[in-house]
């Protein structure tokens, strides 16, 4: 996806695909996320479908935590 991580994304608010990848890593899971961060989709919104992109290929490659389990019980 992030094959050229120094490309613009966001040309409005000059974020590359880099800043969005980096904000996914410390922990954003929406675009919406991304936006708050960086700002990125939030001037003429022409990239959010690129967001979007980025967003879903990084949840889609993301490592899950083994550690993580969910106590169906206390309703989590």
Same mark, same amino acid.
């Given at each position: 996806? $992030? ?13 590359? %695909?880099? =800043? *969005? *990848?980096? @904000?996914?890593? %410390? !922990? %954003?899971? #929406?675009? +919406? &996320? ?6 990125? !989709?939030? !001037?003429? #919104?022409?990239? @959010?479908? =690129?967001?979007? %992109? *980025? @967003? =879903?290929?990084?949840?889609? #490659? /993301? /490592?899950? &935590?083994?550690?993580? /389990? +969910?106590d169906f =019980? $206390? !309703?989590?």
């Amino acid at each position: 996806m $992030a094959n050229n991580p120094g490309r613009l994304v966001c040309l409005c608010n000059h974020v590359t %695909a880099n =800043e *969005i *990848i980096n @904000v996914l890593k %410390a !922990g %954003a899971q #929406t675009t +919406f &996320d991304v936006q708050q961060f960086t700002a990125a !989709g939030t !001037g003429c #919104t022409r990239c @959010v479908r =690129e967001i979007n %992109a *980025i @967003v =879903e290929h990084h949840l889609a #490659t /993301k /490592k899950k &935590d083994p550690q993580l /389990k +969910f106590d169906f =019980e $206390a !309703g989590n």
